[in-house]
């Protein structure tokens, strides 16, 4: 936070009005499930997004980010908000400031913003969405415009369709903004009906692994299986009456699986409505602390997400498969969009640092490279520091 303050004036040579915070966000379970009106279990973290600004007095915004040195200051005027792909990284924060001018709460006052982050990008902990929802708190708080966090949610999910071009669901900006500390969100994303739930793991830990296997910014296999569901779902509309995917059972979509013609699209239909399920028993699980129950589920999800939706890959399947066979491991899973990035572990207290060590040096063997590992804790979200 200090850092923040001290390294906007070195940038912009005065000092800040407020600094910023916007976390990253960790899915415990419910993948691939937020855009076909099924539940989703993610929890905010303790790393994410800073921000240090403060109003310019004119219609120009500066963004630097720590994380991008070499593209220096980015420099725009608020009349002119297009996606330029050698802004890079500040194209989120301007999709923000789109989406708001696109609500009719246009954007007038020009500011400099200092941003820095410790998630680790491209990786499925949401770095994107943590720097879209801290660019709505910013604007929402100097401009002093009273948006319900809810609403910032939804204009930082609309960034990210209609400016950046990834077609997500609102898990990601949802978890960000609405995150609490120690809980875990069971969202319905058909509705928006949630829940908080005690994340009480007692003698456990959550730990999240990098596979540092990369995937693209606007992965064009994720809009391919989100198209893929929507044809699934027309196939089933024939003769159903639903709207999402979300909305069957298992056993629905068992005795309705004839109506989709193609095997492909079967499996994808199959992975959206069995997590689904999944998510919500997961969810009562952790809820009556049966451990050994969420961690059976977190299996099946990654198998599902491996064997029917195929956004695995080996880098993810061997991080889960090294640790299933380490003592100690209650559960773990791919986390996020898939096609690399990040699993999540539930791991005992005392078998932490074997567990560390094992699957990185396993990890390392088979794959050719290093994996990094994050013992996280769950916290609040995007909020104003000071
Ligand atoms: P990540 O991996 O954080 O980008 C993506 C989507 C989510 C959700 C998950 C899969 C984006 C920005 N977010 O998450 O909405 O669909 O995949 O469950 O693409
Ligand atoms: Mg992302």
Redesign the pocket.
């Known amino acids: 936070m200090d850092q923040s303050i001290s390294r906007f004036k070195e940038i912009f040579g005065y000092d800040p009005e407020g600094v910023y915070f916007s976390p990253g966000r960790v899915?415990l379970i419910?993948?691939?499930?937020?855009?076909n009106g099924g539940h989703?279990f993610p929890c905010a973290l303790t790393i994410g997004t800073y921000g240090a600004v403060a109003l310019r007095g004119d219609s120009t915004v500066r963004m630097y980010s720590e994380n991008f040195p070499e593209d220096g200051i980015i420099e725009f005027q608020l009349k002119d908000i297009a996606f330029i792909e050698s802004h890079g990284w500040a194209n989120y924060p301007k999709g923000v400031i789109y989406s708001f001018n696109k609500s009719g709460i246009e954007i007038t006052q020009g500011f400099d913003m200092f941003v820095r982050g410790d998630i680790p990008n491209g990786a499925?902990?949401?770095s994107?969405?943590s720097i879209e929802v801290l660019t709505a708190v910013v604007l929402n708080d100097i401009n002093k415009l009273g948006v319900q966090m809810i609403e910032m949610v939804k204009m930082s999910q609309k960034a990210?369709n209609e400016f950046i071009g990834?077609n997500?669901?609102?898990?990601?900006q949802f978890a960000v903004g609405m995150g609490r500390e120690g809980h875990a969100m069971l969202l319905d994303t058909e509705t928006l009906e949630f829940s908080y739930e005690k994340v009480d793991l007692k003698d456990s830990a959550i730990i999240i692994a990098n596979t540092n296997k990369r995937r693209g910014l606007s992965d064009s296999k994720?809009n391919q299986r989100r198209a893929e569901c929507e044809e699934a779902l027309a196939y089933l509309q024939k003769k159903l009456s639903i709207k999402s995917l979300g909305e069957l059972t298992g056993e629905e979509l068992d005795r309705n699986i004839d109506l989709i013609p193609d095997g492909v699209l079967r499996r994808r239909a199959r992975h959206a409505v069995l997590e689904n399920e999944r998510t919500v028993i997961a969810a009562d699980a952790l809820e009556r602390n049966d451990m050994e129950e969420f961690g059976k589920l977190m299996y099946e999800s990654h198998a599902s997400l491996r064997d029917d939706y195929e956004v695995t890959g080996f880098e993810l399947d061997t991080l889960v498969e090294l640790a299933s066979k380490v003592a100690g491991v209650i559960g773990s899973r791919m986390t996020?969009?898939?096609f690399g990035?990040c699993t999540v572990s539930i791991v005992k207290n005392e078998s932490i640092e074997n567990f560390i060590e094992k699957v990185s040096k396993e990890y390392q063997e088979a794959v050719g490279y290093k994996a990094d590992f994050y013992v996280v804790s769950i916290g609040e979200g995007a909020r104003r520091l000071c």
């Open positions: 899915n419910g993948e691939h499930t937020d855009y989703v499925g902990l949401s994107s969405a990210e990834v997500c669901g609102i898990m990601d994720y996020g969009a898939g990035g």
